[in-house]
């Protein structure tokens, strides 16, 4: 069997979930944010939000100084999270797996409340470049998270497990992602409740989501239940948040 750390052609197809209306609904955002192999229009029509560095809120083990868990290094823009199977949480409260996280909670979006920053905005975009070292298995790399103690507690995860991202434990998104560069796009249709998931400018899935109050990004790595490394790591550059006006 070969190694999943082998170099490979990656695989090119696209997941439908949870029905035709998403069917409908991936046409729609192809329509709007461009499908193109490289992924060129994929952000027009859409502002992209100034990121300040004070928007980035690290979540890492409660007994470890964030330094030895999150890097950023400046001169590339490169923010490198580590995380081990034996860590902590990210407090001495909550019992959820051990992780090392961006959070972007100046950046939460809603179903058009007035409490929100951004009342006229329906879809929401994530773009990043990740890289995965090989060996790294059984981590969450990026999510989008509901309103706290909501249910679920997620809308969106992409998980690694040995070379191959998945959605949450699931569908093959993307194989052979260990040792490269991928950029990943998320697209959120907040008011119609479907997120749709691009590799490299590529539709790769579609899915109708649970709304919840609130929503925001977190990336970096987080450990699952099943098939974890002993370390995981992901490297995330050129992170941006992207928003569309009614």
């Known amino acids: 069997m070969a190694s999943p750390c082998s170099s490979s052609s990656s695989g090119r197809r696209l997941l439908l979930l949870a029905g035709g209306d998403v069917v409908v609904a991936l046409l729609l955002l192809c329509t709007a944010v461009g499908c193109a192999p490289d992924g060129s229009d994929l952000t027009a029509g859409f502002a992209r939000m100034e990121l300040q560095e004070g928007g980035f809120t690290v979540q890492s083990p409660y007994d470890v100084p964030v330094d030895r868990r999150y890097r950023y290094d400046?001169?590339?823009?490169?923010?490198?999270?580590?995380v081990y199977a034996t860590?902590?949480?990210?407090?001495?409260?909550?019992a959820t797996n051990p992780r090392t996280e961006a959070r972007l909670p100046t950046y939460y979006y809603n179903h058009n409340s007035s409490s929100s920053p951004t009342t006229t905005t329906t879809t929401w975009q994530f773009e990043g470049h990740v890289y995965v070292p090989c060996g790294t298995s059984g981590a969450s790399v990026v999510q989008i998270h509901n309103e706290n103690g909501g249910t679920p507690a997620t809308a969106m995860m992409l998980h690694v497990y040995n070379g191959t991202m998945r959605w949450y434990s699931g569908a093959e998104v993307e194989r052979d992602v260990y040792d490269r560069w991928v950029r990943v796009n998320v697209v959120h249709?907040?008011?119609?409740?479907?997120v749709a998931v691009y590799v490299d400018g590529e539709?790769?899935?579609a899915?109708?989501?649970v709304r919840?109050?609130?929503?925001?990004?977190?990336?970096?790595?987080?450990?699952?239940?099943h098939d974890v490394s002993p370390r995981m790591e992901?490297?995330?550059?050129?992170?941006?948040?992207?928003?569309?006006p009614y």
């Open 74 to 82: 400046a001169g590339t823009g490169v923010r490198t999270f580590v």
């Open 87 to 94: 860590d902590k949480p990210f407090n001495n409260v909550t």
């Open 189 to 194: 249709d907040v008011e119609a409740s479907t």
């Open 203 to 205: 539709p790769k899935l």
């Open 207 to 209: 899915v109708a989501v």
């Open 212 to 225: 919840s109050r609130s929503h925001y990004y977190k990336f970096g790595v987080y450990m699952q239940h």
């Open 234 to 244: 992901a490297r995330w550059r050129n992170v941006s948040i992207y928003t569309k």
